[in-house]
């Protein structure tokens, strides 16, 4: 029987939900019989979690795969500054060991995630932050599409 039971509960091909420190999402793929629920306690920026796990338990091209940390790698001294986000300033320094630290409004401050391709993972939205120019940071999805995105431009 599997998910042809209920085929109600799920709504189509997917649910989703989400509140601040909160992500639920369930891809339902009737025809291979498979749900798929992934929850988490994040603000995150992809919201088809469940959907590319399913892609990946049936053998199919994932949609996205999250690129590769590298943590040996040397700070990036151009990322460091304030940066204008919509209308609040938010920081982006040098923690005590070498890391790059992004620090909002209330003060509150992640890590930013050094990747090979030379990005930065964003670990509260997991978004992939890249230097587009000396003066702009643009974190957004790992996969092509609509949906979140953190546009920072340099303050002076």
Same mark, same amino acid.
């Given at each position: 029987?599997?998910?042809?039971? =209920?085929?109600?509960?799920?709504?189509?091909?997917?649910? $989703?939900?989400?509140?601040?420190?909160?992500?639920? /999402?369930?891809?339902?793929?009737?025809?291979?019989?498979?749900?798929? !629920?992934?929850? @988490?306690?994040?603000?995150?920026?992809?919201?088809?979690?469940?959907?590319?796990?399913?892609?990946?338990?049936? $053998?199919?091209?994932? &949609?996205?795969?999250?690129?590769?940390?590298? &943590?040996?790698?040397?700070?990036? +001294?151009?990322?460091? @500054?304030?940066?204008?986000?919509?209308? =609040?300033? =938010? %920081?982006?320094?040098?923690?005590?060991?070498?890391? =790059?630290? &992004?620090? /909002?409004?209330? $003060?509150? %401050? !992640?890590?930013?995630?050094?990747?090979?391709?030379? $990005? *930065?993972? +964003?670990?509260?939205?997991?978004?992939?932050?890249?230097? %587009?120019?000396? /003066?702009?940071?643009?974190?957004?999805?790992? *996969?092509? @599409?609509?949906?979140? !995105?953190?546009?920072? /431009?340099?303050?002076?």
């Amino acid at each position: 029987e599997g998910s042809s039971a =209920v085929p109600a509960l799920f709504a189509g091909n997917g649910a $989703g939900g989400r509140s601040p420190g909160f992500y639920f /999402d369930v891809h339902n793929d009737r025809p291979a019989d498979l749900i798929v !629920v992934s929850a @988490g306690n994040t603000y995150a920026a992809e919201f088809r979690w469940a959907e590319n796990i399913a892609a990946l338990a049936l $053998g199919q091209e994932p &949609l996205f795969s999250p690129p590769a940390a590298d &943590l040996s790698r040397p700070l990036n +001294e151009a990322w460091l @500054g304030s940066y204008a986000w919509n209308d =609040v300033t =938010v %920081t982006l320094s040098r923690g005590a060991q070498g890391q =790059v630290l &992004l620090t /909002d409004p209330d $003060g509150a %401050t !992640v890590a930013l995630i050094p990747l090979s391709d030379g $990005g *930065y993972l +964003e670990p509260m939205f997991f978004s992939i932050c890249r230097l %587009t120019s000396q /003066d702009h940071i643009r974190c957004g999805r790992m *996969y092509e @599409g609509e949906g979140f !995105v953190m546009d920072l /431009d340099r303050r002076p």
